[in-house]
């Protein structure tokens, strides 16, 4: 069997209106996807609120994200946060003057 061999840094859009989510691998208990951002933001009103906990680390880029209990976070490349199943959280802010890159590993 031949190994994929792949670049989170490669195929990226050239113009992006929304957010782009590439599923990398998926298994029972575990979904690992790239999160491609360029400025964007969740919406306004709202949060996530998943069913399974959400570990994810900055590639590229900026971000904020904002949690319901009023902790904001402020990720550069490399920082990395585990957010728990059903805590609920928003993406505030992203780098608009580049891409920001995600890696989300979702898993129960």
């Given at each position: 069997?031949?190994?994929?061999?792949?670049?989170?840094?490669?195929?990226?859009?050239?113009?992006?209106?929304?957010?782009?989510?590439?599923?990398?691998?998926?298994?029972?208990?575990?979904?690992?996807?790239?999160i491609?951002?360029k400025?964007?933001?969740?919406?306004?009103?709202?949060?996530?609120?998943?069913?399974?906990?959400?570990w994810?680390?900055?590639?590229?880029?900026?971000?904020?994200?904002?949690?319901?209990?009023?902790?904001?976070?402020?990720?550069?490349?490399?920082?990395?946060?585990?957010?728990p199943?059903?805590t609920?959280?928003k993406?505030?802010?992203?780098?608009?003057?580049?891409?920001?890159?995600w890696?989300?590993?979702?898993?129960?």
């Amino acid at each position: 069997m031949m190994a994929n061999i792949d670049n989170l840094f490669e195929s990226l859009p050239e113009s992006i209106d929304e957010e782009v989510f590439t599923e990398i691998i998926r298994g029972e208990t575990i979904k690992i996807e790239r999160i491609v951002s360029k400025g964007h933001t969740s919406p306004k009103s709202g949060w996530y609120d998943q069913k399974a906990n959400e570990w994810v680390v900055l590639l590229k880029g900026e971000a904020k994200l904002a949690f319901a209990n009023g902790n904001d976070v402020h990720l550069m490349p490399g920082s990395h946060v585990n957010i728990p199943a059903h805590t609920r959280h928003k993406v505030r802010w992203t780098t608009p003057e580049t891409e920001t890159i995600w890696l989300a590993i979702h898993y129960t």
